[in-house]
């Protein structure tokens, strides 16, 4: 069958004529009855990139600014509560910068991200009232012999491929004229045919695709030959409605809503929405509002020049999904193949953990990462509140660092005595944890509450094994940030941190560590040229 071309405009001319009143409508939670979805076959949606002009090569990429998490004291902030984060995009965003020969961004490191790609030993949950595992561990830092390291981890149960329940995904596919390159929207559909080939008889999926404007080039299906069918027809060009994008696609989701199911929105774009809505906070509000009906969003970004991963990570966070950064095939493997259930299944809802410093035996703290999850103490307790998810297998790290009482810290001393924290006797407990969620489908959260003994200072020894490669992680992290806490940690010091892994990902982490120092070498002499 010939192709039939569509520029931008015409297209934009037939989805109006074709589609329902109310087809950009910004949808809430109870939306007024819906006429079907406008179906087209996606042959007749495609706009080859010969037909518009393709964007020139230009760094446009825009990033959310985070400073580096503040040293607190525990005299006058002896809480800290975050929201948990299974994100990795940050990591394999700037796995892209080094393996292309640049420095990545100060503000796309995230270093919970770089962290939480990892998997490590945390022992499975027991029960699955309580979906996840809590494990706590104290080590030495490499980096400042006066401080300490407290790792907190979580570990959610595991389903097997039997186990998960039916799916109805929509597949948000961007082919405006900034995806014609091959690693974007040629990645899109090797990306996607992946997951295709991961879906079971009772799961269905359906695509929509914008440019100029949006609409349906595939009705819900669980024929795996035609989604690749419908994903090989796509070509890109025109500009970018991704509201209106976003908008058909929760309206697509809700028509083919499986009660008790999985119902998922998995948008593959650059983010660089530039006609109709295109203010980041419509776009955050449109997806808050959606998120209670029981539809999730998933992000999966892509390219580089003009990516705008500062609405991906948004989006996906406040669409209670995840966000994932695709620079390879390898990688759409692993985020749609290898980890397809924890992708689509939450296990855990609003996760929120606490943890209170016992001034008797610590003075000073950073949470090391996590700068754009920080809660208010009150938002802990606050059902309200909404925070991260836990999809099955998914796992969570977070390192603090901590300055014993006694001992030297960061912040300088103060004058008046009544100003200084006490030091001495304060009871056997380093600190108290508390881990707040709700099971799915649930409205209040359920409490873990565990102590860490003050023993765990005395006790503490240089990370080992599993210990040694998170902190090596997290200084890696950290230098690229340009964090200043490091002391001399150099990048031959992470890479010894990091051991002789033989798990590919942490060898490939291993190799990115020698392109950083090479990368930062070269900008240290072009500013001493």
């Known amino acids: 069958m010939r192709q039939k071309l569509l520029t931008g405009t015409m297209l934009a001319a037939l989805i109006s004529a074709c589609s329902p009143a109310d087809k950009s409508a910004d949808y809430g939670p109870n939306p007024p009855p819906l006429a079907s979805p406008v179906y087209m076959p996606s042959a007749e949606f495609a706009v080859t990139a010969n037909r518009v002009a393709v964007p020139q090569s230009e760094d446009r990429e825009r990033y959310a600014e985070n400073e580096v998490s503040p040293v607190l004291s525990v005299a006058d902030a002896p809480v800290s509560t975050f929201s948990i984060d299974v994100d990795t995009g940050a990591y394999a965003n700037a796995r892209r910068f080094l393996t292309q020969g640049a420095m990545p961004p100060q503000d796309a490191v995230r270093t919970e991200e770089f962290i939480n790609y990892f998997r490590y030993d945390y022992p499975l949950p027991t029960d699955r009232s309580q979906p996840f595992s809590v494990t706590t561990d104290v080590s030495t830092t490499p980096w400042n012999p006066n401080t300490r390291l407290l790792r907190i981890g979580l570990r959610g149960y595991d389903i097997s491929y039997d186990e998960r329940p039916a799916a109805n995904l929509v597949f948000l596919i961007d082919v405006s004229g900034s995806m014609a390159t091959p690693d974007k929207l040629g990645l899109v559909k090797t990306a996607l045919s992946m997951l295709a080939d991961g879906l079971r008889p009772q799961d269905k999926v359906s695509i929509v695709v914008y440019a100029g404007a949006a609409g349906v080039v595939l009705k819900p299906t669980n024929d795996p030959a035609k989604i690749k069918a419908a994903l090989e027809e796509l070509a890109a060009g025109g500009s970018t409605a991704g509201g209106q994008g976003i908008a058909l696609a929760y309206a697509t989701a809700r028509a083919s809503f499986i009660e008790n199911g999985i119902n998922r929105i998995i948008v593959a774009t ?93 003075s000073e703290y950073r949470l090391i990462g996590y700068e754009n999850r920080v809660l208010r ?62 099971l799915p489908g649930e409205e209040r959260s359920r409490l873990i509450e565990r102590p860490i003994p003050a023993s765990a200072i005395a006790s503490a020894r240089a990370p080992q094994g599993d ?63």
């Open 377 to 438: 103490e009150e938002d802990f307790d606050n059902d309200k509140v909404d925070a991260g998810e836990i999809g099955a297998g998914h796992q969570v790290t977070a390192i603090y660092e901590i300055v014993p009482a006694g001992a030297q810290g960061w912040l300088p001393g103060r004058r008046y005595e009544a100003n200084r924290p006490a030091v001495g006797a304060g009871g056997d407990e380093l600190a108290f944890v508390k881990l707040r969620y709700k």
């Open 270 to 362: 650059d983010g660089d929405f530039n006609v109709g809505v295109t203010d980041q906070r419509q776009l955050e509000d449109m997806v808050e509002r959606n998120r209670d009906s029981g539809i999730t969003l998933t992000t999966l970004g892509f390219g580089t020049g003009n990516y705008n991963e500062a609405l991906m990570e948004s989006i996906a966070d406040l669409g209670n999904g995840n966000y994932a950064y695709i620079d390879s095939a390898m990688e759409a493997q692993k985020v749609l193949g290898e980890e397809l259930s924890s992708t689509l299944f939450t296990i855990a809802g609003d996760v929120k953990i606490q943890v209170e410093f016992n001034p008797a035996h610590v």
């Open 467 to 529: 210990m040694a490669f998170a902190v090596s992680v997290a200084a890696f992290g950290q230098k690229l940030r340009g964090d200043t806490r490091l002391g001399d940690m150099g990048w031959a010091d992470i890479r010894t941190l990091a051991g002789n892994p033989h798990n590919y990902w942490r060898q490939e982490f291993i190799k990115l560590i020698g392109l950083a120092e090479t990368q930062s070498g070269g900008r240290a002499r072009a500013r001493d040229s």
